[in-house]
């Protein structure tokens, strides 16, 4: 079993910034795809971003206009997202995902990809 537990998330002023970790337990997360997904309410889950087992390779949804970035901390089991100009409409509930298949930029984006998910945490921006 995987557990994940994401922290970082609260409030932020747009044009802010955040950093989310997803801490990966129960399984090296070396050997997992990791995902993160939001839901603001009212709408539904979309994907945000994912990252390769190694980190070699990741995939960042174009809504983010390279305002945020994925890496991973092998040593530490941990997964960031790098929110940078932060806007009102990125506030939702942010959630990452773990999958043990190999990484694929297209796969990886469908939430049925992943086999373990976190609780989310908040994030809310303010104007």
């Known amino acids: 079993q995987v557990q994940l537990v994401e922290s970082g998330g609260g409030l932020a002023q747009a044009g802010g910034s955040l950093r989310l970790s997803c801490a990966a337990s129960?399984?090296?997360?070396?050997?997992?795809?990791i995902g993160w997904f939001r839901q603001a309410p009212g709408k539904e889950r979309e994907f945000v971003a994912s990252i390769s087992r190694t980190g070699a390779n990741s995939h960042v949804a174009e809504f983010t206009e390279g305002r945020f970035t994925i890496s991973r901390d092998t040593t530490k089991n941990t997964v960031y997202l790098q929110m940078n100009s932060l806007k009102v409409e990125d506030t939702a509930g942010y959630y990452c995902a773990a999958d043990g298949r190999l990484w694929s930029r297209m796969d990886h984006q469908r939430q049925s990809r992943y086999d373990y998910w976190g609780q989310g945490t908040q994030v809310t921006v303010s104007s």
């Open positions: 129960g399984r090296t997360s070396s050997t997992l795809v």
